[in-house]
């Protein structure tokens, strides 16, 4: 399985920032969509932001403006960014990336959609 590779997180204090980043490999016949989630235990897993293969963005209403996601791609990768500013408490978390991938065009994705192993973001009040 082709399974993203992310980094950045860590620990930072109420109002600071940080940035994720996630990077997979491109195949010819598929394109990708893009999403970052986030999970407390106990609670069920999220979605905060994502980014289509067209670059359109989504952001769920709790993100209020805060954080920025963008896609970096060459011929053999993706890198999609999430930019984390003005961090809350509320938003200590592990942060996974998802890569969903779909066909090109005639010729089928066989590449199975794929999560990454999480990073932890911690923000201290």
């Known amino acids: 399985q082709e399974r993203p590779v992310q980094s950045g997180g860590g620990s930072v204090q109420a109002g600071g920032s940080l940035t994720l980043s996630c990077t997979a490999s491109?195949?010819?016949?598929?394109?990708?969509?893009i999403r970052w989630y986030r999970e407390v235990p106990g609670k069920e897993r999220e979605i905060v932001s994502s980014i289509r293969n067209d670059d359109y963005k989504y952001y769920a209403d709790f993100v209020e403006g805060r954080f920025t996601i963008s896609r970096a791609r060459d011929d053999v990768k993706n890198t999609v960014y999430l930019q984390m500013n003005s961090l809350k408490p509320e938003d200590t978390a592990i942060y996974y990336c998802?890569?969903?991938?779909?066909?090109?065009?005639?010729?089928?994705?066989?590449?199975?959609?794929?999560w990454g192993r999480g990073t932890q973001v911690t923000v201290s009040s």
């Open positions: 998802k890569i969903d991938r779909m066909k090109r065009s005639n010729r089928p994705c066989v590449t199975p959609n794929s």
């Open positions: 491109k195949f010819p016949e598929c394109k990708e969509d």
